[in-house]
């Protein structure tokens, strides 16, 4: 031990050490086989699909911290351990009453799951709409920077929004023509509807507006939804609620209005609510439990006593769907792909971070819990942070990795967002990679994992994706990947398989570690780009 010690010094004076650089190193440091035996174990049926606050959550972070030990990190939670305690409240609804309508063109009842859905937005044991206005609010969206407000003047309190999905569309210049900013969900809807006072909203479901068939929002009805503890000062909604467009339809002639001239107005933009002269009612019951789960935290410091308290910031999500409903006799949804695939990454990189000789600024190894249960983890990281968000360079999020061989891109949500995508775009090219923007910027894939937590506190923030364009055989292995989406996403086959191709992984991985080695060592840390949505935050 000792004497170890003693030689380190002359260890570091070795020529060879020059050499040592963060593409050696990642040569090194980061194989296809090492992602493997991670996989193996944090997917195996033995941690039960890693569900939220079970045995399985636990298994796997203390899995996590051991190997981040190993790695050469220490802990970086709060206290000096590992876990950073992240307490979750889960709320089941049931609708009790109904929801029924009244206005001058007569009543309508309405039947939950088939033209509606109704859950809590709060962890009080009831909640009840008794004969309250129905408002038409257009999009729901107050956006000083887009000059755009659909609530003009009006006071919603104590009244019933009646919401599009999504964000406008028809003006490229505005809210990013077809993409869609965090305006466009109904999570942002629902928060600005409550800052206002309003006593609930209904967002109308179109299948373009959100990118998946009713079937999906009658799949989620009656099921547990998770929180974080809700905050006193923060406003809450009582009710959330979700109809078909049909169901939207039918409570405008009630009071004499159509939904077609109502929403062409609204594309207009600036236009105020319109009280629809509708009175609704409904009421659900909600039971409440407590969990605990935890992020894991590792930290590596930096070298550079001018920098060191700066971090770059590694996420991944370590938590799947747990045991749930069976599929061809399986019930454990082992979430391989997502993300035990990502948290092997996550290790491989804590592991090559180490070896480097160089590591101006401290690197921050997080893996957050409860992505699935709606990115709470990462909120509660972001809103807690072990250490200042002001120094917060960056976050870099990993999930789900390429499992499917080599190609030539890599995918980057959030490109050209902020100064990473360069930078990444630089250090690709030098592996003969090429980086591509967001495949479906319609979907708004931004908003729906951890780095958006980070984004929304300022932190810059990217989300590398596999790729798409394999080099062997591409239309076989287009096709697996294709299939993985519309097959196994989401259920207890996706499964680690004899068959899985980590080799592409470990080749974006390497990409993505030198981008970490670069933002570390950098004179300067990542900036927003000019007029970016959370440029204003930073
Ligand atoms: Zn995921």
């Not at 930078?423 to 994992?449: H, M, N, Q, W």
Request: with cysteine.
């Amino acid at each position: 031990m000792n004497r170890l010690r003693l030689l380190l010094p002359f260890a570091a004076m070795l020529p060879a050490c020059s050499t040592v650089t963060p593409s050696t190193v990642a040569d090194e440091a980061i194989s296809a086989d090492l992602l493997r035996t991670h996989v193996a174990f944090l997917a195996n049926d033995l941690l039960e699909g890693r569900g939220v606050g079970s045995r399985g959550d636990e298994l796997a972070r203390e899995y996590i911290a051991s190997h981040l030990a190993a790695a050469g990190c220490v802990p970086g939670g709060p206290d000096g351990k590992w876990m950073q305690p992240v307490p979750i409240l889960g709320i089941t609804s049931t609708v009790t009453r109904g929801l029924a309508a009244k206005g001058k063109g007569g009543t309508a009842t309405f039947e939950a799951p088939v033209n509606y859905t109704a859950v809590a937005g709060s962890p009080s044991a009831s909640a009840a709409w008794q004969d309250a206005e129905l408002v038409f609010v257009g999009y729901g969206i107050d956006a000083p920077e887009q000059s755009w407000n659909d609530f003009g003047d009006v006071d919603v309190r104590g009244k019933v929004l009646l919401v599009m999905n999504n964000d406008p569309e028809r003006d490229p210049q505005r809210f990013g023509g077809k993409t869609r900013l965090y305006y466009g969900r109904w999570s942002y809807k629902f928060e600005e509807a409550a800052r206002r006072g309003a006593a609930g909203v209904i967002v109308i479901h179109t299948n373009e507006s959100a990118g998946y068939p009713f079937q999906v929002i009658q799949a989620s009805h009656g099921r547990e939804n998770f929180w974080l503890p809700f905050d006193e000062g923060t406003p809450t909604l009582a009710v959330r609620s979700w109809c078909s467009e049909d169901a939207a339809r039918t409570l405008c002639v009630l009071g004499g209005h159509e939904l077609d001239k109502l929403r062409e107005r609204a594309e207009l933009g600036n236009q105020p609510p319109v009280p629809l002269g509708v009175k609704v009612s409904l009421g659900i019951e909600n039971t409440v439990r407590e969990l605990q789960s935890a992020n894991v935290v590792g930290l590596l410091p930096g070298t550079d006593p001018m920098l060191r308290d700066q971090y770059v910031v590694m996420t991944a999500h370590f938590d799947h769907l747990g045991i749930g409903t069976p599929r061809r006799d399986d019930a454990i949804y082992n979430g391989a792909v997502d993300n035990a695939s990502g948290c092997a990454g996550m290790l491989a990189l804590a592991r090559a971070a180490a070896q480097l000789p160089e590591r101006r600024r401290s690197m921050l190894f997080v893996a957050v819990t409860a992505e699935e249960s709606g990115l709470l983890g990462s909120q509660y990281f972001a809103e807690h942070p072990t250490v200042p968000v002001k120094q917060m360079v960056a976050n870099v999020n990993v999930d789900g990795l390429n499992v499917w061989g080599p190609t030539k891109d890599i995918e980057f949500i959030g490109y050209g967002k902020n100064s990473l995508s360069d930078v990444a775009e630089a250090l690709a090219k030098r592996r003969g990679r090429v980086i591509t923007p967001d495949s479906e910027p319609d979907k708004g894939i931004f908003y729906r994992s951890d780095h958006f937590n980070f984004a929304r506190v300022g932190v810059p923030a990217a989300y590398f994706k596999g790729g798409h364009d394999f080099l062997d055989q591409p239309d076989n292995r287009k096709r697996m990947k294709a299939s993985y989406t519309t097959v196994h996403y989401h259920q207890p086959s996706d499964e680690l398989a004899p068959w899985w191709n980590l080799e592409g992984a470990a080749a974006d991985l390497r990409v993505l570690f030198e981008l970490l080695a670069a933002t570390a060592n950098a004179d300067r840390a990542p900036t927003w780009t000019k007029g970016d949505e959370f440029e204003k935050l930073r």
